[in-house]
């Protein structure tokens, strides 16, 4: 079974053309322990001599990612990023990974970052990099936070409760979607189910929309009264607003949301298995 | 569809961002200079370096403006030796960023030796690296020191088709053509030129490598520099392929030149730009009419 550098290797020089061979020797030099100034200046030019297109991925290629490294989804990677990734799993120096993980985010401009933080699965030791995730999810450029958030099953399985439900709210509040955060519904808790009613009721109050995705980590959590009249209102609002209340209770062990849900018409197409959170996406 | 190839928009504001893209300013370049007081940490240098690479490159993006940079150790800070060490260590690194499209802006403030060491060395490593260069004149001395920057390029190999000479003005103008190097003009009040001078140089010397810009920074200055000088030129008879030249298509062959800035990039965006670091340009889009707005923004009186 091909490791996630075979596979990363394969796609960047099938698709490099004419700088097929430059990538390949220097990709063959990096990892024979090259100067580091070698690494920055084969970072730089990635773009410039691969290009930025997206990598051309097949079904296969993708099974063959998930195969390699659970939960990897190559969907979105760029040559130039995954270039720029296998250069930095292929070169060793005396600088553990998170110290040259910190060098290169330091100076990276955007699409490095992009690549850099896309990466984060497949690197050693993943632990250690838990401050510089934290850096990528803290960035005001929402393709920087998304590379860490979306896509990825480093979060759900790196993150303490209180990164992870920092991360689903930060995202609902720069506008990005919760569907592509691996691990949502497995992660969700009490404590980013209160987190998220309240900004659902500071959005009210501001007369600004309530992105209906909220209620998806809502749900499970929503027992007593109060959290039921959060999702009454949701009911009541628009089509997607309605369909993701009627899902949320369709998740909520309690008695009364069951009582909310039989008067609705959401509930046929629940329970028929032709309303769920992958229908809902698909059709926002 | 105006570029202005000398902007320091880390200084400046959203309300200016909006101004430019009305006014149609589809592109800019960000020169990396001094903040107004000198830095005394290479950290605070290098963290603005990143800024012009990454954030506002992103920031600009968000206003429907491509923006690129230019990577450098300017003059000024030049005289500390301590940090001009530290700075050059780092330059390599940054001068193959995404949208560098030369190195600058670099040259003489007050002509001393340590000026002229980090000059030199900064002209040998866009050699290296292929890049164009980005000179800044000095404010005093100005018509000495102009003449020196071109014989220190020339006396390193440089090819002054691929150096721009900045803040020109009536004096040094005639030279720095005659040479062959492009020579920049910067629409900025008191210190440098004004428009109406600027429309004068256009009638008397055509269009032919010359560059407008606005230097714009934190000081007192204005970011419509470009479009403002080019509406003058148009209600002053200025025939619109010289001013088309002189705020567009001559800084786009120049940087050009480093293979980091094409049309396409504000015409044709690649996809992956338009999901991430930029937002359409709404004039590219047909969706207003470019205009210098004269009148104060945030007029309304309503913020929501």
Redesign the interface.
Same mark, same amino acid.
């Given at each position: 079974m091909p490791t996630p550098v075979e596979l990363l290797r394969s796609w960047v020089l099938n698709q490099a053309g004419d700088a097929a061979t430059w990538a390949r020797q220097q990709l063959d030099a990096l990892a024979r322990g090259a100067p580091r =100034?070698d690494l920055?200046?084969f970072l730089? @030019?990635a773009? =410039?001599r691969l290009g930025?297109?997206?990598l051309i991925l097949s079904e296969a290629d993708c099974a063959a990612a998930e195969a390699a490294r659970s939960g990897w989804r190559v969907t979105g990677w760029?040559i130039d990023g995954a270039a720029r990734v296998l250069a930095l799993l292929v070169h060793g120096d005396n600088q553990t990974f998170a110290e040259r993980f910190k060098d290169l985010r =330091?100076?990276?401009?955007?699409?490095? @970052?992009?690549a850099l933080y896309r990466g984060l699965p497949l690197y050693p030791d993943p632990g250690s990099l838990a401050f510089e995730a934290g850096e990528g999810l803290r960035s005001?450029? =929402?393709?920087v936070f998304?590379a860490v958030a979306h896509d990825s099953p480093y979060p759900r399985e790196q993150f303490d409760e209180h990164r992870w439900n920092h991360m689903v709210l930060k995202a609902l509040f720069v506008g990005s979607r919760l569907s592509p955060i691996q691990g949502l519904d497995q992660r969700a808790n009490p404590e980013l189910a209160r987190i998220l009613r309240e900004y659902a009721h500071e959005r009210w109050a501001a007369g600004r929309p309530v992105p209906p995705e909220l209620w998806r980590c809502v749900g499970p959590f929503a027992t007593d009264e109060l959290a039921m009249a959060d999702l009454r209102r949701a009911l009541g609002g628009s089509l997607p607003e309605a369909r993701a209340a009627a899902l949320a209770l369709s998740a909520s062990p309690a008695p009364a949301a069951r009582a909310l849900l039989a008067a609705r018409p959401e509930l046929a197409a629940i329970n028929a298995g032709h309303l769920t959170w992958e229908t809902f996406e698909k059709a926002a | 569809m105006f570029i202005d190839p000398h902007a320091h928009m880390i200084s400046r504001t959203t309300d200016d961002y909006e101004a430019m893209a009305a006014a149609g300013i589809v592109a800019l370049i960000e020169p990396a200079f001094w903040i107004g007081q000198p830095r005394t940490y290479v950290g605070t240098y290098v963290d603005y370096l990143s800024s012009i690479v990454g954030w506002e490159r992103f920031r600009a993006g968000q206003f429907g403006i491509r923006h690129y940079c230019t990577i450098g150790l300017n003059s000024k800070e030049a005289n500390n030796q301590e940090l001009a060490e530290g700075v050059m260590d780092w330059l390599p690194r940054f001068a193959l960023k995404d949208g560098v499209v030369a190195i600058g802006e670099i040259g003489y403030d007050e002509q001393t030796p340590l000026e002229d060491k980090y000059f030199r060395a900064q002209l040998e490593l866009a050699k290296e690296l292929g890049l164009p260069v980005m000179i800044h004149t000095p404010h005093r001395d100005k018509k000495r020191g102009t003449t020196r920057s071109m014989d220190v390029c020339e006396e390193h190999g440089l090819d002054p088709a691929s150096v721009v000479v900045d803040h020109n003005n009536e004096e040094t103008v005639a030279e720095v053509l005659q040479r062959g190097f492009w020579a920049g003009f910067s629409i900025y009040p008191s210190t440098k030129m004004g428009n109406a001078r600027m429309v004068e140089i256009l009638k008397r010397y055509g269009s032919q490598r010359i560059i407008v810009d606005s230097a714009c920074d934190w000081g007192i200055s204005d970011p419509l520099g470009v479009p403002k000088t080019a509406q003058l030129a148009l209600e002053s008879g200025v025939p619109t392929a010289d001013i088309h030249r002189a705020c567009y298509a001559n800084a786009l062959a120049a940087y050009g030149q480093s293979g980091q800035m094409k049309e396409d990039d504000w015409l044709n965006p690649p996809a992956i730009d338009q999901r991430t670091l930029y937002a359409d340009n709404s004039i590219l889009r047909g969706g207003r009419e470019a205009r210098v707005d004269l009148t104060p923004r945030r007029r309304g009186l309503l913020i929501d």
């Open positions: =100034r920055y200046i730089g @030019l773009p =410039r930025k297109a997206d760029s =330091r100076t990276a401009d955007a699409g490095e @970052l992009v005001n450029m =929402r393709a998304e | -």
